[in-house]
T-cell receptor, first 114, second 112 residues
Framework: DAGVIQSPRHEVTEMGQEVTLRCKPISGHDYLFWYRQTMMRGLELLIYFNNNVPIDDSGMPEDRFSAKMPNASFSTLKIQPSEPRDSAVYFC????????????FGDGTRLSIL | SQELEQSPQSLIVQEGKNLTINCTSSKTLYGLYWYKQKYGEGLIFLMMLQKGGEEKSHEKITAKLDEKKQQSSLHITASQPSHAGIYLCGADNPNSGYALNFGKGTSLLVTP
């Protein structure tokens, strides 16, 4: 079975540009999570969806960040405008058991904002 | 909010040696997850513990959740180079509405 698929794997862009990260969860999983990982702060939850509906976005750092899940097989995390402090590895994860149960992670998108 | 502290932050062991990684929570743990992350890759689920005193094993890795449910340990027996990576503990917190809180990880290097 295919795991969680994220694209792109690497993104380098200039400050002020719009960045869109993409995620395809495992088929049949009804929870989808977006995390950000940095050396200083570790792995932080940004937002999660249940059945395509955002449930908790209190981890989203500011209004420059937005996430959507138009259908069960696709989600995007958008940063507009991007800033150097947004540089991090962004992970998407999905699960079938929601908040109690293992989450399956993608390989992440390494984002560098110059 | 719940905080998870992992110790040690990093570890270098010789192949064949045993090692233990600890994860301590500031609040009661309702569900504790161990993940392994290889450098440059995503997290791979290892084990989940929910009951105080619970112990689970997978190959040479054993994880325990203490009776008071505020600490978990991960023990690797006869370490191998394939065990190298970053080990993270994650925890459910049903009161916060968040999915998982994670510790900052323990970086493990196994030398020949």
């Amino acid at each position: 079975d295919a795991g969680v698929i994220q694209s792109p794997r690497h993104e380098v862009t200039e400050m002020g540009q719009e960045v869109t990260l993409r995620c395809k969860p495992i088929s049949g999983h009804d929870y989808l999570f977006w995390y950000r990982q940095t050396m200083m702060r570790g792995l932080e939850l940004l937002i999660y969806f249940n059945n395509n509906v955002p449930i908790d976005d209190s981890g989203m750092p500011e209004d420059r960040f937005s996430a959507k899940m138009p259908n069960a097989s696709f989600s995007t995390l958008k940063i507009q405008p991007s800033e150097p402090r947004d540089s991090a590895v962004y992970f998407c994860a999905s699960s079938a058991l929601g908040l109690v149960g293992p989450q399956h992670f993608g390989d992440g998108t390494r984002l560098s904002i110059l | 909010s719940q905080e998870l502290e992992q110790s040690p932050q990093s570890l270098i062991v010789q192949e064949g040696k045993n090692l233990t990684i600890n994860c301590t929570s500031s609040k009661t743990l309702y569900g504790l997850y161990w993940y392994k992350q290889k450098y440059g890759e995503g997290l791979i689920f290892l084990m989940m513990l929910q009951k105080g005193g619970e112990e689970k094993s997978h190959e040479k890795i054993t994880a325990k959740l203490d009776e008071k449910k505020q600490q978990s340990s991960l023990h690797i027996t006869a370490s191998q180079p394939s065990h190298a990576g970053i080990y993270l503990c994650g925890a459910d917190n049903p009161n916060s509405g968040y999915a998982l809180n994670f510790g900052k990880g323990t970086s493990l290097l196994v030398t020949p």
